[in-house]
């Protein structure tokens, strides 16, 4: 049985790519404001310790062992008295179980999982993916005033944005814009051409200095960009998760594909421009302030299919993202407060 006031050790676990990370923050935020003074810690997936590791809300950040008896012993030595298990696998909610961790609350999950867990939520993916998260702690009692994700930076991430401002000469009080031309599938990336028409244009109505950031392994879309821009970006394809968040929070505006990169702009509270062509609108598209999403109207597609179904339909991606045009964007960018 659920009895708050017993409750003084939480371990929050969701080993996801960098925009799931990043959307889990809410949980965090809520779970610190009801109880203000236990212990809390969450378990991430590796590489991703960067994007949590500054938020004051946590006292402990842990990274997933391959390992099951290390990863078991890991937990079952902190002696945490509540798990919160935001992914729906059994796998995990048997972990926190073999730790002996007493109260266990996590999705409805197969194979088991219901049985092991105290209380078992309803995995609804017919919401945005920040709610369907803050379902879970719902279900304790606990609710979140505020359900806008949020990214702390460190203090080495603001010095190597700083050091990174001076050296190529961007701190001049021009606004500075960002454009991210990649996502996971080549289908739910805008043409580089109209990143390119977008960021020439954006520079010349606002004097802006813009950036391209592509993740390690895009270096060549953002030179595609680059190539067939008439002014010269400075380009990112290199940066820690932290040297990102960094970047992104010193944007007067970003504008991405449906990716990691576009949640992470909206947690550090930079208004975004996301452009979606197969993606779920409901699920990932930012509803806060601040923010702006572009998409093909009248597609019943962008409502209903999750990333997965969309790998059946690429076809109607392509089209979905053809219909997106640089004056569309621009049209967006002129109305959004930035």
């Not at 610190?32 to 809390?40: K, V």
Request: aromatic share 8%; charged share 20%.
């Amino acid at each position: 049985m659920f009895a708050p006031h017993q409750i003084h050790r939480i371990l929050i676990i969701r080993l996801a790519p960098l925009g799931e990370t990043v959307l889990t923050t809410p949980v965090i935020r809520a779970l610190r404001q009801h109880f203000r003074d236990a212990y809390i810690a969450y378990m991430v997936a590796p590489t991703r310790e960067a994007l949590v590791s500054a938020n004051p809300h946590l006292n402990e950040v842990l990274t997933y062992q391959t390992s099951v008896p290390k990863l078991i012993y890991q937990m079952a030595r902190r002696k945490f008295q509540m798990a919160v298990v935001l992914q729906p696998t059994f796998r995990l909610v048997l972990h926190t179980f073999l730790a002996r961790i007493p109260f266990r609350v996590g999705f409805k999950t197969n194979a088991g999982g219901k049985t092991l867990l105290n209380l078992a939520v309803p995995n609804n993916t017919a919401q945005h993916e920040t709610e369907r998260y803050l379902d879970v702690i719902r279900a304790l009692g606990i609710e979140a005033g505020n359900t806008q994700p949020e990214v702390f930076v460190d203090r080495a991430g603001k010095a190597w944005v700083n050091n990174f401002l001076e050296d190529r000469k961007l701190n001049d009080g021009s606004p500075i814009i960002g454009l991210n031309p990649g996502a996971a599938t080549v289908y739910r990336r805008w043409h580089a051409s109209n990143f390119a028409t977008l960021a020439d244009r954006l520079h010349e109505t606002y004097d802006a200095h813009i950036i391209i950031t592509t993740g390690p392994r895009e270096g060549e879309l953002a030179d595609q960009v680059a190539d067939a821009m008439s002014h010269s970006p400075v380009i990112v394809n290199q940066a820690t998760p932290m040297q990102l968040a960094a970047l992104l929070q010193r944007c007067n505006l970003y504008i991405s594909n449906d990716t990691g990169p576009m949640h992470l702009s909206t947690a550090v509270k930079t208004p975004t421009i996301a452009l979606f062509g197969a993606s779920n609108l409901i699920q990932w598209a930012p509803p806060w302030d601040r923010h702006a999403v572009v998409a093909r109207k009248g597609c019943s597609f962008m409502k209903i299919l999750s990333s997965r179904e969309w790998d059946a339909y690429p076809d109607r991606a392509r089209e979905n993202l053809e219909a997106i045009t640089p004056d569309t964007v621009m049209a967006a960018v002129e109305e959004l407060t930035w």
